[in-house]
């Protein structure tokens, strides 16, 4: 398989940590697995409530988690445990003092974390791959080295998101991380030789110098997003998850700031198409990029008029991660072809 082939794959994996943490948000799974990187100290994690639970005769592994009078305890070696509990065997956990166990929300956070250890391996297969072009372009071996540390730093980040019991400030700081990883991915795809053919489109000024007010109000939407998604959170809380009717009133300024934004984000991203469209300029993005803009609008809508429906809240994330890759796709494309 080609550099950028594999590379591709692995954006592509990137990507679904993205859908999956889009999942993990909808159904509440985040503390499915209140430790990292195992789940309730298993690598395989439990499946139901007495796995979670002491009981009599039943072997416990180094490491194991039980919920006991209500908090988290670990096991400090392996054995079996008698016919009285032994509190000796224990530790109690002190990293947070969140306790449940919920076997969906459990598996949901364990497949996500299962596909961002084999984005971890598809970037560090990357960056293996990327020593044959030691001798011709040493800047894909140090982007490739590069990508793979802040994989492991966003690993390092998803635990901290656990052990603050999902503190909204830590989400936004990961879902932030994510995209510049997905943005410097892109980069690395752009600059990977290929053996295309010459390209026969041309630098174009406008669309260059608007994709650019387009990546910015892209990331400030998906920062006032979290902002409004950490507000509606905290309503939806205070009225006990009923009453959605009144979550969207009850959100005030900063929902109001998001919807004015994306008529912005609308208005110039519908410059890129239009000009590029009647000028004929060939770029094919734009029209992913109008095609993606109009599903989010449309999430947008569903989510304001419809008592933020729950499946729509990741379709929502997600799509607007979607429409970022794009656009910083393009934003490559244009800066290769003005460097000719």
């Known amino acids: 398989m080609s550099f950028e082939r594999f590379a591709k794959w692995t954006l592509l994996s990137i990507f679904l940590i993205i859908v999956a943490g889009g999942i993990v948000r909808m159904t509440g799974s985040g503390m499915g697995c209140p430790d990292w990187p195992k789940c309730f100290g298993l690598v395989i994690p439990p499946v139901h409530v007495d796995q979670v639970l002491w009981s009599t005769d039943k072997a416990f592994s180094e490491g194991q988690m039980i919920i006991h009078q209500d908090q988290l305890w670990f096991a400090h070696t392996p054995f079996v445990s008698g016919q009285v509990y032994d509190a000796s065997n224990w530790s109690l956990y002190t990293k947070h003092d969140y306790v449940n166990f919920?076997?969906?929300h459990t598996w949901v956070e364990y497949v996500n974390r299962l596909i961002g250890v084999l984005a971890g391996f598809l970037t560090l297969g990357l960056f293996f791959k990327s020593f044959a072009f030691w001798k011709i372009k040493r800047k894909i071996v140090f982007l490739s080295a590069f990508i793979v540390f802040l994989m492991g730093f966003q690993g390092w980040l998803g635990a901290v998101v656990v052990y603050s019991v999902l503190q909204p400030i830590q989400i936004t700081i990961h879902m932030l991380?994510?995209?510049?990883?997905?943005?410097?991915?892109?980069?690395?795809?752009s600059e990977a030789p290929n053996k295309k053919g010459v390209s026969l489109l041309s630098y174009d000024k406008k669309l260059y110098n608007f994709i650019k007010i387009a990546l910015f109000l892209s990331?400030?939407?998906i920062i006032l997003g979290t902002q409004v998604r950490q507000l509606i959170d905290e309503i939806a809380k205070s009225f006990d998850y009923a009453q959605r009717e009144l979550?969207?009133?009850?959100?005030?300024?900063?929902?109001k700031i998001h919807r004015s934004f994306a008529i912005s984000l609308v208005l110039v991203n519908g410059f890129l198409f239009v000009r590029?469209?009647?000028?004929?300029?060939?770029?094919?993005?734009?029209?992913?990029?109008?095609?993606?803009?109009?599903?989010?609008v449309f999430s947008g809508i569903v989510l304001t008029y419809f008592d933020m429906m729950s499946l729509m809240q990741p379709i929502h994330l997600i799509v607007a991660s979607l429409l970022f890759i794009l656009q910083i796709a393009f934003y490559f494309e244009l800066k290769k072809l003005k460097t000719k």
């Open 102 to 104: 919920n076997p969906l």
């Open 177 to 189: 991380m994510a995209l510049f990883i997905v943005a410097l991915m892109v980069y690395l795809i």
């Open 219 to 221: 990331i400030l939407q």
């Open 247 to 255: 979550w969207i009133a009850s959100a005030g300024n900063v929902f």
């Open 276 to 296: 590029n469209y009647v000028f004929n300029l060939g770029f094919s993005y734009p029209k992913y990029i109008a095609l993606v803009i109009l599903v989010e």
